[in-house]
């Protein structure tokens, strides 16, 4: 009998999980050898984002798989301790210390250290006590799965008081429970007729040539508040357009431009959604929006559509019976889509509350809201084509509060690169605020707005 011919073996080693497995090759056969080891695949942090606001201030965490976080809040002084597991300290972790502002309302600083194997501990040193939110986000978009602290003050904020504090508001018009008293009429508006060159640039020279009536808005008893909702924000950027341009940039640009301008005629003050580049819930826009008890509503955007192509302005109002056209639809869904972007604590989120509050909108609102939206169109389409030239109406989230009358406006299709050259432009940016303004003080030339008692 002959001896075996010597076999020859070769090991491939693969690490995956907690174990180990080795595959022999030996001649025509696989072996398998299985065994466990002590390593596990640590998560990889891919981006680390700080978004520092007056309302709360956000840090996210950007991962390549769902992490578990455990956190607490120590006192004297003020600290957040949270714990990750499943995560190894790394460079871009680190980076998080440098990315904490001086001017961040509630985080002094912040220290990151590994707690443990497998465990990094973020302490964040605090201004002043805070109520924390710690929540992760599935996959959406072009994000991966995200791990985020939303710090919000433990005392809430008014409002009122605090657009007082700001400046924003003077604090002599203070509300009463009683109506305010009689005021002189509004004098006239200045003209808002564009001024030469640049502004003349983006004017239709048939409309340059007109000389629209500035209409009176009759004797009021109070102030009129509007309340200007710039879209998307922090996390969510909206719509890109291929120079690179945000819509949640350009949309609050316009906000700026249209708030300054409201503020000059008499007896009118504006209250901004949001004011920087941070995240405000949908429902929340609304809220806001109710607790100032705002006369008017207006969402500033610039979307984008499937074909580059599309452009032209748009103003929506409310549906209650489905959207005027496929293409009102598809933006009500991607709009409404937003808080997937920008990330709600679903678990925190009392989704009855809004549910209710998105389903009370009435008739005499959609009413008043198409009435507005027919004005501000009017005016608008004297500085861009319009995408159609009839109000459109689909079922926005933004558009529900139930007794504001409420519009959308898509300013143009950043998605278009003719139009987004438009929206980053000061001028365009100027000529659509003053649209919009003519829009609201025809409005309520139009629509004089009922006495309302406001508390404190």
Not at 80 to 105: C, F, M, R, W, Y
Not at 106 to 119: A, E, F, L, T
Not at 187 to 210: C, F, G, T
Not at 314 to 326: D, P, R, W, Y
């Amino acid at each position: 009998m002959s001896r075996p011919s010597q076999i020859r073996t070769k090991s491939l080693t693969a690490v995956s999980g907690k174990t180990r497995r080795t595959v022999l090759k030996a001649g025509g056969t696989l072996l398998l050898s299985v065994f466990a080891t002590g390593v596990a695949h640590a998560a990889q942090i891919l981006a680390v984002r700080v978004w520092p606001a007056a309302d709360y201030t956000r840090v996210t965490l950007e991962n390549d798989s769902n992490l578990k976080a455990t956190h607490f809040v120590v006192k004297d002084p003020e600290r957040l301790v949270v714990d990750i597991e499943g995560l190894e300290l790394s460079a871009t972790l680190k980076g998080l210390v440098a990315k904490i502002q001086s001017n961040d309302p509630y985080i002094r600083q912040v220290r990151v250290g590994q707690n443990r194997p497998n465990v990094v501990r973020l302490v964040f040193d605090l201004k002043e006590e805070i109520t924390p939110q710690v929540f992760t986000l599935a996959p959406v978009g072009d994000y991966q799965h995200r791990l985020v602290f939303d710090l919000y003050p433990a005392k809430e904020l008014d409002p009122i008081a605090a657009l007082i504090e700001k400046g924003e508001w003077s604090r002599d018009q203070k509300f009463d429970p009683t109506p305010l008293a009689p005021q002189a009429e509004l004098r006239p508006a200045p003209k808002l007729e564009p001024k030469p060159d640049p502004l003349l640039k983006y004017l239709d020279p048939k409309v340059a040539r007109l000389e629209p009536r500035e209409e009176k808005i009759p004797a009021l008893t109070r102030l009129l508040t509007i309340a200007l909702d710039p879209g998307h924000g922090g996390e969510d950027p909206g719509a890109i357009g291929r120079g690179g341009s945000r819509e949640k940039d350009v949309v609050l640009a316009i906000a700026k431009r249209l708030k300054a301008k409201i503020e000059e005629q008499p007896n009118m003050r504006v209250m901004l959604t949001r004011d920087g580049d941070f995240f405000v819930p949908l429902h929340m826009r609304v809220e806001k929006a109710r607790k100032v008890q705002a006369d008017l509503f207006v969402s500033i955007h610039a979307d984008a559509f499937v074909e580059p192509t599309a452009r032209g302005s748009s103003v929506f109002a409310l549906s209650e019976k489905g959207a005027s056209s496929t293409a009102a639809r598809w933006l009500a869904n991607k709009e409404n889509a937003a808080d997937l972007i920008g990330g709600v604590n679903i678990k925190n989120h009392d989704r009855q509350l809004a549910s209710v509050l998105l389903d009370l909108s009435t008739t005499a609102q959609i009413s008043d809201s198409m009435k507005l939206a027919k004005a501000v169109l009017g005016e608008i389409g004297g500085i861009n084509r319009l995408h159609k030239g009839a109000v459109e109406q689909a079922g926005f989230a933004v558009l529900k509060a139930p007794d504001i009358p409420s519009i959308l406006i898509e300013t143009a299709f950043i998605s278009n690169p003719e139009e987004e050259a438009k929206l980053t432009d000061d001028a365009y940016q100027d000529q659509m605020a003053i649209a919009v303004l003519k829009g609201i003080r025809k409005y309520f030339a139009r629509n004089p707005p009922l006495s309302k008692n406001r508390m404190t």
